[in-house]
């Protein structure tokens, strides 16, 4: 980043401070149009997957081939729907709150290491940014179900925030476990400390604790995300809508992009802390350069994949068994892994 920004100010001849906004604002761009398409993309490809799931075609009509076009068609429905917003409603918060929980996502994804030699940002605490910053969501999701004046919407952002802060106690704690064995909070040091082959993954590392934390971290980012089993801020047959009740059009379609670029950004951080990131599993084998992109992205969409099966294989969780699962289960199994590693490392 700061090479780039050195090079187009002595190509451009403005100042230092001018020309790094000018590549903020590019680069946020870039992140938002790359979060819309996978929005797109991601909600076709769940269609198709639940329709395989239970043996049925999905959507086909629109498009030249198995339907791809229809999710297009249907945000250029939700850009046309009209907005309504309750009379007594806060319209300020009310517009506020999906553009908050769209930013957290976004912001993300701009610590995270794509590639050996390419990232928007090398945090020495990149794993904390993220941490921190995908919490920011939950003042979006408190602040939709406040600003709609709805009782459902406010008992579905009050839902949302007690699980999210919730799971991401052993969520954390499982980021620990990883942390204490690479003595970095980086996620390019991260990587580089899995770098060599598959057999140098942290999910083979300390066998089976490493393993076990990985469990507790993608069940856990799945309660973050809202995702099934544990999308009970959205439960249609106790709440209508939860929080976006009151939502329809484009606000409604910004909620639907902040979900699917959630499971992206979980899955990019699942696939970096535990699956070697973007180096590869043959070890020097199709390894660095853009083959780092490929296989990133490979075992992020990989982990999406499973996160859509679960979604249309498992039952909603009850609201005391979505809390015993984070509070007496998970929990507990974190700390377990935590003391275990430390005490194998210590040996």
Request: contains cysteine; charged residues 10%.
């Amino acid at each position: 980043m700061h090479e780039l920004i050195a090079y187009l100010q002595a190509q451009l001849g403005f100042q230092e401070i001018l020309v790094a906004v000018l590549v903020m604002a590019v680069f946020g761009l870039v992140i938002c149009i790359y979060m819309a398409l996978n929005a797109l993309v991601l909600v076709w490809l769940e269609r198709k997957v639940s329709a395989w799931m239970q043996d049925r075609l999905g959507p086909m009509e629109v498009g030249p081939f198995q339907g791809v076009l229809q999710t297009l068609a249907d945000a250029l429905k939700l850009l046309l729907k009209e907005d309504i917003v309750p009379k007594a409603a806060d319209k300020r918060l009310h517009l506020l709150a999906p553009l908050i929980v769209f930013a957290a996502p976004c912001a993300a994804l701009a610590a995270l290491s794509y590639t050996r030699d390419f990232h928007f940002a090398d945090f020495n605490i990149g794993v904390f940014f993220v941490a921190a910053i995908t919490s920011l969501s939950v003042i979006g999701l408190l602040l939709a179900g406040w600003a709609s004046n709805n009782k459902w919407s406010l008992l579905g952002g009050m839902r949302a925030a007690a699980q999210i802060v919730s799971y991401e106690i052993p969520a954390g704690l499982a980021i620990l476990v990883v942390v204490m064995q690479v003595g970095s909070l980086s996620f390019r040091e991260i990587t580089l400390a899995q770098d060599g082959g598959f057999w140098n993954w942290m999910i083979f590392q300390y066998p089976p604790f490493n393993f076990v934390a990985f469990l507790i971290f993608f069940t856990a980012t799945l309660a973050e995300c809202n995702r099934t089993p544990f999308d009970l801020p959205e439960a249609e047959s106790e709440l209508v809508g939860g929080f976006h009740t009151e939502y329809s059009g484009f606000k409604w379609a910004v909620f639907m992009l902040s979900e699917y670029g959630e499971m992206l950004v979980v899955s990019l951080v699942v696939a970096t802390l535990f699956l070697g990131g973007w180096s590869s599993p043959l070890g020097d084998l199709l390894n660095g350069g853009a083959w780092g992109v490929f296989w990133l992205l490979g075992k992020t969409y990989a982990l999406v994949f499973v996160q859509m099966w679960l979604r249309w294989t498992l039952p909603r969780l009850r609201v005391d068994q979505l809390m015993y699962t984070s509070w007496k289960v998970l929990t507990p199994f974190a700390f377990a892994c935590i003391f275990a590693v430390g005490l194998w490392m210590a040996l």
